[in-house]
């Protein structure tokens, strides 16, 4: 039985004028697998702190079917809307359209989360669609003193430094660059960075790694720590009375 013999009978006797009382057959259907954003893409790019829209759709179903939003936890989500609405095909048989939307503001921690709408009615339950974030953010920055090992140089040691950005899309080795006391370093791209004989002048300088990537700027900066040995001398005089 299909949508189509949604409809009132009655049986009549093909020799005489007897007919049975009229009867309403009402054919239920469940929902169809819903798509989300029209089913474009099952990776959303979305960006921090900027609010996105998704709508979940499903149609042929009778009655009109229920949805619902789950998150990356999958907890329900409360705050969806919800819309219904009977559309006639075109050979004229009537179902539900159902849709919901769903206002997310992502961040970095919804970064490969995914979002899942549900559909159901009395019929059945429809196949879950899903869509996963993929969160573009700009750098945060971390410089920190890796050699030597403890953060402390002596006079004459090679100094060591790395640059940690967290960004998305991450940064190419030529959107890292590097200074010392604001005065940039000729040449120097990458993640690392080395002073190859610290001396006590360089002792609490500042060096700082500058990161970009197309969502913006941001720096980290760490002070050169440098322990000196120092000699006494000593000078004895005689005096004479």
Same mark, same amino acid.
């Given at each position: 039985? /299909?949508?189509?013999? %949604?409809?009132?009978?009655?049986?009549?006797?093909? %020799?005489?004028?007897?007919? =049975?009382?009229?009867? $309403? &057959?009402?054919?239920?259907?469940?929902?169809?697998?819903?798509?989300?954003?029209?089913? !474009?893409?099952?990776?959303?790019?979305?960006?921090?702190?900027?609010? &996105?829209?998704?709508?979940?759709?499903?149609?042929?179903?009778?009655?009109?079917?229920?949805?619902?939003?789950?998150?990356?936890?999958?907890? #329900?989500?409360?705050?969806?809307?919800?819309?219904?609405?009977?559309?006639?095909?075109?050979?004229?048989?009537?179902?539900?359209?159902?849709?919901? @939307?769903? $206002?997310?503001?992502?961040?970095?921690? #919804?970064?490969?989360?995914?979002?899942?709408?549900? /559909?159901?009615?009395?019929?059945?339950?429809?196949?879950?669609? =899903? &869509?996963? !974030?993929?969160?573009?953010? =700009?750098?945060?920055? /971390?410089?920190?003193?890796?050699?030597?090992?403890?953060?402390?140089?002596?006079?004459?040691?090679?100094?060591?430094?790395?640059?940690?950005?967290?960004? %998305?899309?991450?940064? !190419?080795?030529?959107?890292?660059?590097?200074?010392?006391?604001?005065?940039?370093?000729?040449?120097?791209?990458?993640?690392?960075?080395?002073?190859?004989?610290? @001396?006590?002048?360089?002792?609490?300088?500042?060096?700082?790694? &500058?990161?970009?990537?197309? #969502?913006?700027?941001?720096?980290?900066?760490?002070?050169?720590?440098?322990?000196?040995?120092? /000699?006494?001398?000593?000078?004895?005089?005689?005096?004479?009375?």
């Amino acid at each position: 039985m /299909t949508l189509e013999d %949604n409809a009132e009978y009655e049986c009549q006797a093909a %020799n005489n004028k007897l007919r =049975s009382p009229v009867a $309403r &057959v009402t054919v239920q259907a469940p929902p169809d697998n819903p798509v989300i954003d029209n089913g !474009f893409a099952a990776i959303r790019e979305v960006i921090e702190n900027r609010e &996105v829209a998704l709508t979940c759709v499903s149609g042929g179903s009778r009655p009109a079917a229920e949805m619902s939003w789950f998150d990356q936890d999958g907890e #329900l989500i409360n705050g969806a809307s919800y819309k219904s609405e009977l559309v006639e095909d075109v050979m004229g048989v009537a179902s539900f359209r159902v849709s919901s @939307t769903v $206002r997310v503001t992502p961040t970095k921690r #919804l970064h490969n989360a995914s979002y899942r709408c549900e /559909t159901w009615n009395v019929a059945g339950k429809a196949r879950p669609a =899903s &869509v996963r !974030f993929d969160v573009r953010y =700009s750098p945060s920055v /971390t410089v920190t003193m890796v050699r030597p090992v403890g953060g402390m140089a002596r006079e004459g040691e090679k100094v060591g430094f790395r640059c940690k950005a967290e960004a %998305n899309p991450p940064p !190419f080795a030529d959107k890292y660059r590097w200074f010392v006391d604001d005065r940039p370093v000729a040449g120097q791209y990458g993640f690392y960075y080395e002073l190859p004989d610290v @001396t006590r002048d360089e002792h609490r300088r500042q060096v700082k790694c &500058v990161v970009e990537n197309e #969502l913006g700027v941001a720096s980290g900066v760490k002070s050169i720590e440098v322990t000196c040995e120092y /000699t006494i001398m000593i000078h004895t005089q005689s005096l004479n009375f």
